[in-house]
């Protein structure tokens, strides 16, 4: 079977950074059979399987993320003082815009977005970004064919539907053909169509439907009112409130229907919810004021996950939200008014990287930003994002455009390659434990690690600047003695003879060796960072 396949199958993923320190799923005690063991096939079995995940760990770190983002600014825009139309361009910064406010393109209050949304319609080829100062509605549509948006080809102030009107929108999400906005002070939900976005529909083309609405200020009891509600989020055909003025989470169906209510009170006694999102499998994650990224099960009957993240932010830095990357969905992004920060879902604990915005002329001291966008990639690994942000002393607001990837490096010459599977390598119903069928399969698992071990070509290479961020260098070729650590081969000591008898002792001979192997490969694996050096002080070398 193929090595990518049977990754796949195992449903395993990429998710390596460079600070990540690597260790096997399995130890060697729990490889070896212990000393009251009764020898069976099961128990065997169980062993190799052992061998097998810790074989597919090794292969998954042949990848590695370094945590500086290669983010790659396509544009920015706003209306810059040598263009009088609200454009694209890509080497503008803050200083050489206006305030957008200030033109008659119907933007009036876009200086002041505060929420995003990306949507492609595929039918026109096509991405529109929903924008709002917190009362009304605004499309900017962009012509998608091209790798990156860089050119605005219409602007729409959404008509938002007759009579209704909003007072400070603080979310806005879809689910397929529909899009739902949460006002906080007006604590309401509104529902719409938005086929004329998202389709070739001549008849609702460009435009929002209004479908239904549901809210009013009401407590925790109450099934459609809120309390100064701050998010919400979409799971399947379930849409999530975070009624964070009465410590609950709120669920409805898609007709806004309630369906139930989560109290956290204890959880949220002494700190402010301000966002939520839910990753691909259901899992509930919380942002709160007190810089805490709370992870919970999609009925909060179990909370999986509570992480400090106030070291990532500096003294008067805040985090504003957390997003899913529409791209990846095991992209978590965290966003202050200050930094992007990108995470791992399935590892929230760990930091990919973040936005080196200094190096694409914004103006970290004197910046802020306002919202974030993820739209859908046009190719896999890549993720397309919107940044608004505004500059100091109520300066002009602006567009950023970025496209990033996990930054994902692969130490394999070739990463397709046949190998035995574990049904392969594992002993059947009908068949006795005899030394031929266990040597059958220990020589599997051992052309299984010289197949991978072959195909590894070098080792990883970073470096630390001044501010503490890794940055992936290369590889560089593994030298003689490495070579010569991961050698090894097949003899007579990794099978099982057959004059000896199976005993724990004889089964455990070739266990450790095959253990043995894939620590040797595990170390080659490891990343080295080079730091850099403090004036005079000497470049050292050191694992990762």
Request: with cysteine.
């Amino acid at each position: 079977m193929n090595i990518s396949l049977e990754f796949k199958n195992a449903g395993l993923i990429y998710d390596r950074y460079l600070g990540e320190k690597l260790k096997l799923p399995y130890t060697l005690d729990q490889i070896k059979i212990q000393a009251n063991d009764t020898v069976t096939a099961e128990l065997i079995n169980l062993k190799f399987s052992h061998l097998y995940d810790n074989f597919l760990y090794l292969y998954k770190n042949t990848l590695v993320a370094s945590n500086i983002i290669p983010a790659v600014k396509t544009a920015v825009a706003g209306i810059s003082a040598i263009n009088s139309a609200f454009t694209w361009q890509p080497d503008l910064s803050s200083r050489e815009f206006i305030s957008i406010s200030s033109n008659d393109l119907l933007l009036a209050g876009v200086d002041n977005t505060t929420e995003m949304l990306l949507i492609k319609n595929n039918d026109f080829d096509r991405y529109t970004l929903f924008t709002t100062e917190g009362t009304s509605i605004q499309a900017f549509n962009f012509n998608s064919k091209a790798t990156y948006i860089t050119k605005v080809y219409e602007v729409t102030q959404v008509d938002v539907g007759y009579g209704v009107d909003y007072k400070n929108i603080c979310d806005i999400d879809k689910y397929g053909n529909y899009i739902f906005v949460l006002d906080s002070v007006l604590n309401r939900i509104v529902k719409y169509e938005a086929t004329g976005f998202t389709e070739l529909n001549v008849i609702t083309n460009n435009r929002l439907t209004y479908i239904d609405s549901i809210g009013n200020y009401g407590g925790f009891s109450s099934k459609t009112n809120f309390n100064n509600p701050q998010a919400i989020t979409i799971y399947q055909d379930m849409l999530y409130v975070l009624d964070s003025g009465n410590k609950c989470i709120k669920r409805y169906d898609l007709n806004l229907n309630w369906q139930f209510t989560y109290h956290l009170y204890r959880e949220f006694l002494s700190a402010f919810p301000l966002d939520i999102t839910a990753d691909k499998d259901g899992n509930m994650f919380i942002l709160t004021n007190d810089s805490r990224l709370t992870r919970y099960d999609s009925n909060f009957i179990e909370k999986t996950g509570d992480y400090d993240i106030s070291s990532l932010i500096a003294p008067g830095e805040s985090f504003k939200k957390i997003m899913i990357s529409q791209s990846d969905t095991n992209i978590l992004y965290l966003v202050t008014d200050k930094n992007i920060f990108k995470k791992f879902v399935n590892k929230p604990y760990d930091t990919i990287g973040k936005y080196l915005l200094y190096l694409h002329k914004y103006n970290i001291a004197d910046e802020q930003i306002r919202a974030f966008a993820t739209a859908p990639a046009d190719s896999e690994g890549t993720d397309r994002n919107i940044i608004f942000s505004v500059s100091g002393n109520n300066g002009p607001g602006k567009f950023g455009n970025f496209v990033d990837s996990a930054n994902l490096f692969d130490i394999l010459a070739v990463r397709d390659f046949d190998i035995y599977n574990l049904e392969e390598m594992s002993f059947s119903p009908n068949e006795y434990i005899q030394s031929w069928v266990l040597n059958k399969n220990i020589t599997k698992q051992i052309i299984n690690h010289m197949r991978l071990r072959d195909e590894i070509i070098g080792k990883y290479i970073a470096t630390v600047d001044y501010y503490g961020n890794i940055a992936f260098k290369g590889t560089r070729y593994l030298r003689p003695e490495e070579l010569e650590q991961i050698y090894f081969d097949q003899n007579i000591t990794m099978l099982i003879g057959g004059n000896e008898l199976i005993t724990n002792t004889i089964l455990n001979r070739p266990l450790e060796k095959i253990y043995n192997i894939q620590v040797a490969i595990l170390e080659i694996l490891a990343a080295e960072i080079i730091r850099k050096p403090k004036s005079n002080e000497p470049i050292r070398l050191s694992k990762a």
